[in-house]
């Protein structure tokens, strides 16, 4: 391992650079280069480690160690069987306790295999090298649950670098460079995580020869597993390599997957050369976990129908071609994970309302205007899961689904809500992606402020229309009003009329003053003003303005009571036509 690599190593939270190491034993010269490239490593990101192996029948005896492992224990076996049970169980585990571990049972009792103290917990991994098995041992006090899948990987691949390669076998790493290189360039190119697996089943084809393959993963709450080959394959063939890699990943995660859901298994064409097609049990096969975010998430799976198909330098491809598969999965679903939140932020940010729906009409996911939305329909909140209540938007989210086409924008019945009633508009469409009739998507567009911009607008026109008309007969009023004016006018100035005639007089010209007054009012209110200040007298606008509804409220029988008060400014800066709106929206 280079010295820039050892750094970068050392930077990664602790599952990515586990899984780092691994894939960097792939190029290693030989066993001791290997253990050399691993025990430095861990060094230096302060982690122990102690490799054991196990000839055919025999006990451990450790061939490689960090831990302050004492003297007596080297070049001897050691029953060890909290450590044993490990390559029994073929699958790592976590031990809480590294000093009970690493401690050796004896004819006269237990002895421990450490001189010095080390807290904390162990992870144990199984591992094969050739003919003989054994475990490696990773202790650290930040290990945890998360960690033990990336030291599995890292087991599977130091294995691997630890078999004999035949003599004949030119160096691995000189053969396996255009592979990697590749494999890089592919992978930089995947966009999910069955893009990365095809790709590097489609690698690994040429280079290994294998004549099957398949690849479980597990998501959201289902194992899917997927059949690979680069020719027919029978069913019978493909269901016996499902189920050689479903039970590998179930072995390998214990009760972790125990409830999730198992559909059918897929199949899928690789574009590799063909081999033949494989009709019989697979004889030779190899696995590897795909380790994301610290966790088993999915496993690799090879067959070959010959003994022995994979020699060492073909498990150590296969090996370092899982552990990158995990890395480009893992930042598949990085990147997924981003475009996610930022779509759930940029859907949050919209004013109208976004849900999801699956073919049963449940909910699977909403924005906040949504949210909002569908409770005020509800009468209270509604959540993912729940059913999608309101029967409109229900029509239209099936129809989307039953056609596969959008629905026209249609507007809804008007809902009395606790918020006052409220107008929508919705459409439904197939979600883009999903298959075929699994999901929809809903828009909830509340329209309210908008139907009530326009019913504001239409009385506005109204009111126009009617100023128009106001504007017309007050015109016309004016002139019948100014004869009977000037005829009373001239009765008064006649000194003959008894007085009962002239009382007469007096009414008919006070009588037409007012008429006048209140044209002139309805001609002041009618016409359109430019906003702006003037001196007035508060009180005189304020008995002009009744003026105009003496007739309506006298028929409502509406008495009004004029108490000004006299203290008021005789003069005030206001707009009077403003004003005299406020007051007739006041009494109206």
């Known amino acids: 391992m280079t010295a820039r690599r050892?750094?970068?190593?050392?930077?990664?939270?602790l599952p990515d650079a586990l899984l780092s190491l691994a894939a960097?034993?792939?190029?290693?010269?030989?066993?001791?280069?290997a253990l050399d490239r691993l025990t430095r490593a861990l060094a230096d990101r302060?982690?122990?480690?102690?490799?054991?192996?196990?000839?055919?029948?025999?006990?451990?005896?450790?061939?490689?160690?960090?831990?302050?492992?004492?003297?007596?224990?080297?070049?001897?076996?050691?029953?060890?069987?909290?450590?044993?049970?490990?390559?029994?169980?073929?699958?790592?585990?976590?031990l809480l306790d590294t000093e009970d571990a690493l401690t050796e049972t004896v004819d006269n009792g237990r002895r421990p295999l450490l001189t010095d103290r080390v807290a904390g917990p162990m992870i144990v991994a199984p591992l094969r090298a050739g003919d003989a098995d054994g475990v490696l041992c990773v202790a650290s006090s930040e290990l945890s649950d998360a960690d033990v899948a990336a030291v599995w990987g890292l087991a599977l691949q130091l294995g691997a670098a630890l078999r004999p390669a035949p003599p004949a076998q030119a160096p691995a790493q000189a053969s396996d460079e255009p592979l990697f290189h590749d494999l890089t360039r592919r992978l930089s190119y995947s966009l999910s995580a069955d893009e990365a697996v095809r790709a590097g089943l489609e690698v690994l084809a040429p280079a290994l020869g294998f004549q099957i393959a398949a690849a479980v993963a597990c998501t959201d709450g289902e194992d899917v597993t997927t059949v690979y080959a680069a020719g027919e394959v029978s069913a019978g063939a493909a269901s016996r390599a499902a189920a050689a890699a479903l039970d590998a990943f179930l072995r390998l995660t214990g009760d972790t997957h125990h409830d999730c859901r198992r559909p059918p298994f897929r199949t899928a064409r690789l574009d590799a050369p063909s081999a033949a097609a494989p009709e019989g049990r697979q004889r030779s096969s190899l696995e590897a976990p795909l380790v994301t975010n610290g966790e088993v998430r999915g496993l690799l799976w090879i067959g070959a129908a010959v003994e022995r198909a994979f020699d060492g330098a073909g498990e150590r491809t296969f090996y370092t071609v899982a552990n990158q598969l995990s890395l480009a999965i893992e930042?598949?679903?990085?990147?997924?994970?981003?475009?996610r939140a930022q779509l759930a932020s940029l859907a949050d940010s919209l004013s109208d309302g976004v849900v999801l729906v699956d073919a049963g009409l449940r909910v699977t996911s909403m924005n906040g205007a949504a949210g909002a939305l569908l409770a005020q329909l509800a009468g209270g909140d509604v959540a993912e899961?729940?059913?999608?209540?309101?029967?409109?938007?229900?029509?239209?989210a099936q129809q989307a689904l039953d056609t596969q086409r959008a629905t026209?924008?249609?507007?809804?019945?008007?809902?009395?809500?606790?918020?006052?009633?409220r107008y929508l508009k919705a459409m439904a469409a197939p979600l883009a992606g999903s298959p075929e009739g699994s999901a929809a998507v809903v828009i909830v567009r509340d329209v309210t402020e908008e139907r009530l911009m326009q019913e504001r607008l239409l009385q506005s026109e109204k009111m126009v229309s009617v100023g128009q008309l106001v504007s017309g007969v007050a015109h016309e009023l004016?002139?019948?009003?100014?004869?009977?004016?000037?005829?009373?006018?001239?009765?008064?100035a006649e000194k003959r009329f008894p007085p009962d005639q002239r009382t007469a007089a007096e009414t008919i010209y006070s009588e037409s003053r007012r008429a006048s007054r209140i044209v002139q009012n309805l001609l002041t209110f009618a016409r359109q003003h430019k906003a702006e200040k003037v001196a007035a007298d508060i009180n005189s606008v304020l008995h002009d303005t009744l003026e105009l509804r003496t007739y309506e409220l006298n028929v409502r029988g509406i008495q009004v009571v004029r108490d000004f008060d006299e203290r008021t400014p005789p003069v005030t800066m206001v707009d009077v036509h403003q004003l005299?709106?406020?007051i007739l929206n006041l009494i109206t």
């Open 478 to 492: 004016n002139n019948p009003l100014a004869g009977i004016s000037t005829f009373a006018q001239l009765l008064l």
């Open 24 to 33: 960097s034993l792939a190029d290693a010269g030989g066993p001791d280069e």
């Open 46 to 94: 302060g982690v122990g480690c102690a490799l054991f192996v196990r000839p055919a029948g025999g006990d451990l005896q450790i061939r490689r160690a960090t831990l302050p492992l004492a003297p007596h224990v080297w070049g001897r076996p050691l029953r060890l069987p909290r450590l044993a049970g490990a390559v029994v169980r073929t699958r790592p585990v976590l």
């Open 385 to 396: 899961g729940d059913a999608l209540s309101d029967r409109t938007l229900a029509g239209l």
């Open 580 to 582: 005299q709106q406020v």
């Open 331 to 339: 930042r598949v679903d990085a990147q997924r994970a981003a475009e």
């Open 6 to 13: 050892a750094e970068r190593t050392a930077r990664l939270p």
């Open 408 to 421: 026209p924008l249609r507007e809804l019945p008007s809902a009395s809500t606790a918020a006052g009633r």
